[in-house]
C-alpha cells in the first residue's frame, strides 16, 4: 500500500474558474494537499491565472508539487463577451446564467489534458458547480470528489427542504416555514432560502448539479468537525457517502505574504493597512466588505457610509472598483473620508482580507456572510454583523447569529435577486450604526459573543494542526484516494 508522501497520489483539481470565492478556498486545498505530500494539478483560464499569479510565483518559490494548468475558454462558444472569463467582469447580470452554463467549454481541453497524463491522476476534485466533470471523469475513469463551499448548515438545510417538498407547499416566495428535521427552529422563506437561481430557465442546470453530486465518489467541505457536529454527522447520514470536512482552508496562510496573496492583487499595500491598524484600540475597528461578486448601488452605499461614520468606531471600509461611480468617488473624499480622516480608512478595489482580519484592532466584521468570509473571520476570532444577499448567506446568516451566536443581524430580509436597484435602499444608516454599537457591546451578551467566537477560533486552528480533526480527515481523503485507484496505476 502507497503512503502519505507516496507521489503518485496526483490529484487535479477543478474549481469553478468563473468565480473568487470558489478558486480561493481551492487554491488553499491545493496547498494544503501538496503540503501533505500529494501532487496538485491546478486548473485555471487565461485571464484568471493572470491574476492569480502572485499565488503561482510563490507555490513555484515554495517548491511544492502543484503544477498550474491553463486551459482555453472559449468565451463566444459559452456566449460570453471575449475575455469574460470571470463573474466580476460580466457586462452585466444577465450574464449569470451564461458564465454559470459556460464553464463547460472547458470539458473538452480537459478531457483532452487529461488523457495525456501518465500516470492516470489518482482523483478529481470539482467544484459543485462544474457538473460537466461528470462526464470527464466517468469516460476517463477517474473518481471524482465534490467540492461544495458551504457550511453542512446550510447544504442540510437545502436537502431537508427538497426532501419534504416545501417549496411546493407554500404559496409564494415570501411564506415564512420552518427547515425540517433540525434540532432547533430555523425559519426562513423561499426567496431567501434560494436567493439564487430561482427561475424555470435554472431547472436543468440545477438538474445537473444534483446529479454530479449524487453520482460523485464523496464530498469535500471547508468547515470543521467542532463548529456544526450534528449538522456535520446529519449532513453525512442524508448523503449516504463520505464525507471530508478539511477547513478552514484559509488557515493554511500562516504568514502575511500569504494571508496577503490571495484572489485579487491588493489595491493597498499590506504593511500599510497594518501601520494605520495598529495605530487603532484593539478590537476597536469595524471592517466591512461584502466579498467578490455583491455589488451595492450608490444610494446604498452611502448609507453604509454614514452608518460607519456614525457609529464613532474606527473601521475600514472596502468599496469594489466597479461601485465606484464618479458620483460615489466625489462622495468619498468630500463627505466620508474628511470627517472620519483620523479613523476611517476606505480601500478602493480588493483588500487583503485575512491580514485584516487576523490583527488585533479589528474587533469587527460587516459581511455579505459569504462562507469563505465567515470561516476567515472565525478563524480570526472576529465577531460578525451579517447583512446577506443571496445564495447561501441568509442561511448562514442563521448559522451565526442564531446557532452560535456570534454575531448580530444587520436585519435585511430581502435577497438582492428581490429588490430593484432603483427601489429604496435595503438597510439604512441608522440600522448600520445600531448593529455597530449592538456587537460592541461591552455589557453580559458581548462579553459572551466575544468569548464563544475566540473558543470557536481555537477549535479552528486546532482541526488544523497534526492530530485535529480536518488534519486527520485529510490524511484520510489521500488514503482513500491512494487505496481505491491503485489497483488501476
Ligand atoms: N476577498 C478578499 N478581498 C476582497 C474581497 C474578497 O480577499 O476585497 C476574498 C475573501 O477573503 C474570501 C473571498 O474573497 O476568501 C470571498 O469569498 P466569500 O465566500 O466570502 O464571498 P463571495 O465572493 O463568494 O460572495
Known amino acids: 500500500?502507497?503512503?502519505?508522501?507516496?507521489?503518485?497520489?496526483?490529484?487535479?483539481?477543478?474549481?469553478?474558474?468563473?468565480?473568487?470565492?470558489?478558486?480561493?478556498?481551492?487554491?488553499?486545498?491545493?496547498?494544503?494537499?501538496?503540503?501533505?505530500?500529494?501532487?496538485?494539478?491546478?486548473?485555471?483560464?487565461?485571464?484568471?491565472?493572470?491574476?492569480?499569479?502572485?499565488?503561482?510565483?510563490?507555490?513555484?518559490?515554495?517548491?511544492?508539487?502543484?503544477?498550474?494548468?491553463?486551459?482555453?475558454?472559449?468565451?463566444?462558444?459559452?456566449?460570453?463577451?471575449?475575455?469574460?472569463?470571470?463573474?466580476?467582469?460580466?457586462?452585466?447580470?444577465?450574464?449569470?446564467?451564461?458564465?454559470?452554463?459556460?464553464?463547460?467549454?472547458?470539458?473538452?481541453?480537459?478531457?483532452?489534458?487529461?488523457?495525456?497524463?501518465?500516470?492516470?491522476?489518482?482523483?478529481?476534485?470539482?467544484?459543485?458547480c462544474n457538473p460537466w466533470t461528470m462526464e470527464v471523469a466517468r469516460k476517463l475513469r477517474i473518481p471524482r470528489i465534490i467540492f461544495h463551499g458551504p457550511s453542512c448548515f446550510y447544504l442540510l438545510c437545502q436537502h431537508n427542504i427538497a426532501l419534504h417538498s416545501v417549496y411546493e407547499r407554500v404559496a409564494d416566495d415570501f411564506e415564512p416555514f420552518l427547515v425540517p428535521d433540525l434540532p432547533r427552529q430555523v425559519q426562513v422563506n423561499k426567496a431567501q432560502a434560494l436567493a439564487f437561481a430561482t427561475g424555470p430557465e435554472w431547472a436543468n442546470f440545477m438538474h445537473q448539479l444534483a446529479m454530479a453530486e449524487s453520482t460523485a465518489d464523496g464530498i469535500v467541505i471547508n468547515s470543521y468537525d467542532d463548529l456544526e457536529p450534528w449538522y456535520i454527522e446529519n449532513y453525512q447520514k442524508a448523503k449516504g457517502k463520505k464525507i471530508w470536512t478539511i477547513g478552514p482552508l484559509c488557515l493554511c496562510n500562516k504568514d502575511v505574504t500569504s494571508k496577503a496573496t490571495r484572489g485579487n492583487k491588493a489595491s493597498m499595500d499590506e504593511h500599510a493597512i497594518i501601520k494605520w491598524l495598529d495605530t487603532m484600540e484593539p478590537s476597536s475597528v469595524i471592517y466591512a466588505n461584502f466579498g467578490s461578486a455583491a455589488r451595492a448601488p450608490p444610494s446604498q452605499l452611502i448609507e453604509i457610509g454614514c452608518g460607519l461614520q456614525a457609529s464613532n468606531q474606527p473601521f475600514i471600509w472596502v468599496v469594489k472598483e466597479a461601485e465606484l461611480t464618479p458620483e460615489i468617488e466625489n462622495w468619498l473624499s468630500v463627505e466620508l473620508e474628511e470627517s472620519t480622516s483620523s479613523r476611517g480608512l476606505v480601500i478602493r478595489g480588493w483588500a487583503p482580507q485575512?491580514?485584516?482580519?487576523?490583527?488585533?484592532?479589528?474587533?469587527?466584521?460587516?459581511?455579505?456572510?459569504?462562507?469563505?468570509?465567515?470561516?476567515?473571520?472565525?478563524?480570526?476570532?472576529?465577531?460578525?454583523?451579517?447583512?446577506?444577499?443571496?445564495?447561501?448567506?441568509?442561511?448562514?446568516?442563521?448559522?451565526?447569529?442564531?446557532?452560535?451566536?456570534?454575531?448580530?443581524?444587520?436585519?435585511?430580509?430581502?435577497?438582492?435577486?428581490?429588490?430593484?436597484?432603483?427601489?429604496?435602499?435595503?438597510?439604512?444608516?441608522?440600522?448600520?450604526?445600531?448593529?455597530?454599537?449592538?456587537?460592541?457591546?461591552?455589557?453580559?451578551c458581548g462579553k459572551e459573543?466575544?468569548?464563544?467566537?475566540?473558543?470557536?477560533?481555537?477549535?479552528?486552528?486546532?482541526?488544523?494542526?497534526?492530530?485535529?480533526?480536518?488534519?486527520?480527515?485529510?490524511?484520510?481523503?489521500?488514503?482513500?484516494?491512494?487505496?481505491?485507484?491503485?489497483?488501476e496505476l
Open 449 to 487: 459573543r466575544r468569548m464563544r467566537v475566540k473558543e470557536l477560533q481555537e477549535k479552528a486552528t486546532k482541526a488544523m494542526e497534526e492530530g485535529g480533526s480536518s488534519y486527520v480527515n485529510m490524511t484520510r481523503l489521500i488514503q482513500y484516494i491512494i487505496e481505491n485507484t491503485n489497483e
Open 1 to 128: 500500500m502507497s503512503g502519505l508522501h507516496d507521489p503518485k497520489a496526483h490529484f487535479i483539481l477543478v474549481p469553478l474558474v468563473a468565480a473568487q470565492g470558489h478558486t480561493i478556498p481551492m487554491l488553499d486545498m491545493a496547498r494544503l494537499l501538496a503540503e501533505r505530500g500529494a501532487r496538485v494539478s491546478f486548473i485555471t483560464t487565461p485571464v484568471n491565472a493572470a491574476r492569480i499569479k502572485p499565488i503561482i510565483d510563490r507555490v513555484k518559490d515554495s517548491h511544492l508539487p502543484i503544477q498550474f494548468v491553463t486551459l482555453p475558454f472559449a468565451c463566444a462558444k459559452a456566449g460570453l463577451p471575449d475575455g469574460c472569463e470571470n463573474f466580476d467582469l460580466l457586462p452585466s447580470t444577465e450574464y449569470v446564467k451564461a458564465m454559470f452554463e459556460g464553464t463547460s467549454v472547458l470539458q473538452e481541453p480537459l478531457e483532452l489534458f487529461l488523457r495525456e497524463l501518465r500516470p492516470k491522476p489518482n482523483c478529481m476534485i470539482a467544484d459543485m
Open 354 to 444: 485575512m491580514v485584516i482580519l487576523s490583527h488585533p484592532a479589528v474587533g469587527g466584521f460587516l459581511t455579505h456572510c459569504g462562507w469563505n468570509s465567515i470561516s476567515e473571520s472565525i478563524s480570526a476570532g472576529v465577531l460578525m454583523i451579517t447583512w446577506p444577499q443571496f445564495s447561501d448567506q441568509f442561511l448562514n446568516e442563521k448559522l451565526i447569529v442564531d446557532e452560535l451566536e456570534i454575531g448580530v443581524a444587520v436585519g435585511v430580509k430581502v435577497p438582492t435577486s428581490h429588490v430593484s436597484e432603483d427601489g429604496p435602499v435595503v438597510v439604512g444608516r441608522d440600522d448600520v450604526q445600531k448593529a455597530v454599537s449592538r456587537l460592541i457591546d461591552d455589557g453580559e
